[in-house]
Each structure stands twice: as C-alpha cells, then as structure tokens.
C-alpha cells in the first residue's frame, strides 16, 4: 500500500506554566525527524541567538509586509515586539512529507486553527492548578499578586481545551512524551491522512 | 484533572488474509487489561473450547431470541451456523473503564458502526496484494481457483477502508501492534472522549 506522504502539522498549546516548553524539547530529543518551526520577530537577537535556528530576525516594516502579504500562520504583539509562524517553511516541509513541531500560546493556536485546521492541535495542561501554582511559586521569581493572576488566567485558559484535538497533562515529562508520540503515530494511521492506494 | 473512565471498543477488521487474528492476538499479550469481546455461536463446542472464554455456546432458539430483542452488537451466519457478539458484556466493560477488543469480519464491523459509532473502527491491511498471494499460497492448502478468490475478494474488500478511522499496514507484527497501542493511547488523549474537569 502506497502511504501518503505529506507530515503533520503538530501544534502544542496551553496555559502558561503547563510546560509545553520542555515537552516540546523532549519531542524533539525523541523524534529527531520533528522539524521545529522557527518563528519570525521584530526584536533585536540576543548573545547566542542564531538568525534562522531560534528566530528569522525581522524589520518592524518587512514584518509587516508579512503580515500583509498573508505570509504569517498566526502572529502576535508581546511587549512591543511582534512575533509571527512563516507559513512558508512550514508548508513546504509538510509537502516534503516532513512533520513540524509548533509551541504556541493559546491565541496563536487559535489563529492557526482557522488557516490550517488540518493540523493536530495538543492541549497540554498541568495535573492541577495546584501543581501549577506550587511550579509557579518554586520559581521564586513572582510576587503572590503575580502568582494569582498567573493562575487565574492558567484558569481561564483551560476552558478552550474543548477546541483542541487531543489533551495532554503533563505529570511526568517521559510519560506525557510517550502520549505525544502516540498521537503523532496515531495521526500517521488515519485514514483520512493517507492516499490508500493498492 | 480528572480523567474519563469509560473504556474504549476497538474493531479490528480487514479483508481475510491480513492477519488481524495474530494481531490480536499480539495486542492482548502486550496489553493485558485489553478485555477480549467473547462471541455467541450456535455451533457445537469442539474439543478443547471453553463456555464463556472462547464462546457463548447458545442454542439457536436462544440465537434467535438475542437477535429479536436488539442484544447483539452484529450477527452473521457462516456454513449454517450463527455467531454474534452480545452487546451486555461489552457494554459492562465499557462503562467500568475497561478497552474492549474486537476482531470481525467488515461486514460485522458495518453493523457495529451503526449500533456503536463511538468505537475506533481499525482497518488491517496487508503490504500489497502480492504478498497477500505469498501468504495464502504459502498455506498450501488451497487450489489456485480458491486462491484467485480470495484475491479477488480482499481486493473488492479493501475499497472499505474509507469506512474506517485507521488504516495499520501488517507488513511486520511487531511494528504493527506498535501502531495499534499507539491509536488506543491516542484514542484515550482525545479532548472529545474525556469529561474534562478542574
């Protein structure tokens, strides 16, 4: 049987402090096929940071010729910086059967949802809310003020799981890992995936 | 967050030939709490098979009684006599959390569909049509008359996959009952099966 050859667009969203960070990097470490799909942004590069691994470095004015040529998958303002998916790349990896990786905040999943529904769309959450404020709190680095309002919108966030494909909680790293792999292999074995032909 | 309980029912079907018993089989020695869906027949117990493990021995008045009163999932008649598969028992295990498997026939898996869309309907295949001939002819126990049969049918049997939710080619045992677990780890990830609570 021939199988289809087009990849996956995979995209791994969820409130904030659910830890789709590292689970993205441990995906990766697995499946070294998993293309990541670098992003596009209108701030300067950081020490260490290399143009075309962790960002296309970008104009205010070439960013937004992106935006208006329709060349952005989703994009969005962060602290005066714009922050955008190339639909380019991702498209033609899809096409070379390649499958991409994208770790996205819940608005740009949504963005996403609307131009490329044939994407798979992961929900990770934390096991509780909780374990989401004692992760918060471990950091050390936030005010109870900043705690609360983090797990408020963590809160509130968790309702669009009901958009999402699949949801993962992510209790332990090298289990939650084993999920997503699943549902990647699961994916592949869709029959509405593939050009079945005998 | 609390994870739905309720098991999954998994068909496996597949034109004749395309070893979804050894599959099975396979399957449920990887996943032991994978509970077998036990059939209902009217033919006699042979020497060996056991009441309740390998059938429901049951008389064909009582057959026929279980068909009128809308308790089994599907039946069929194969050289005179009737097997089906109660609906009781699978249910039971459902609702208690348990998977349940079935191996079936496309036809009986069509009837399913419509008794119980909610289960994951999977299609097994052979590599090709070629290597189909090699296992049948390998057998040795059939006349090239009966083997262009049955050629013929799994290839007009093959056209059912557009019916199914996934597609796993047996080309190898081992790499196929991989996809397999992967489609029911996938399957129990998926936001549309869970009743999502916080």
């Known amino acids: 049987m021939e199988e289809n050859r087009q990849g996956l667009l995979i995209v791994l969203s969820g409130p904030s402090g659910a830890g789709k960070g590292t689970l993205c990097k441990e995906l990766m470490h697995n499946l070294p ?3 990541y799909s670098v992003s596009a942004t209108t701030r300067d590069p950081r020490p260490g940071e ?4 962790d960002y296309f470095f970008v104009s205010r004015e070439k960013f937004t010729e992106l935006i208006r040529q329709n060349q952005l998958l989703e994009h969005a303002e962060f602290c005066g910086n714009f922050y955008g998916t190339p639909q380019a790349p991702v498209q033609h990896a899809i096409t070379q059967g390649k499958d991409v990786i994208l770790e996205i905040e819940i608005r740009g999943a949504e963005q ?3 131009k490329f529904p044939q994407a798979v769309f992961i929900f990770i959450v934390p096991p509780s809310l909780e374990e989401l404020r004692a992760r918060i709190t471990k950091r050390g680095t936030e005010t109870e003020e900043k705690i609360r309002q983090r797990l408020d919108k963590a809160s509130d966030e968790l309702h669009y799981v009901s958009e999402y494909d699949y949801v993962v909680v992510n209790d332990q790293v090298e289990t939650a890992v ?14 509405k995936r593939r050009l079945v032909q005998f």
């Open 112 to 114: 996403i949802r609307r």
């Open 50 to 53: 290399t143009e075309g691994k």
């Open 178 to 191: 084993e999920k997503l792999k699943a549902i990647i292999t699961a994916e592949k074995c869709k029959v």
């Open 33 to 35: 096929t998993l293309q």
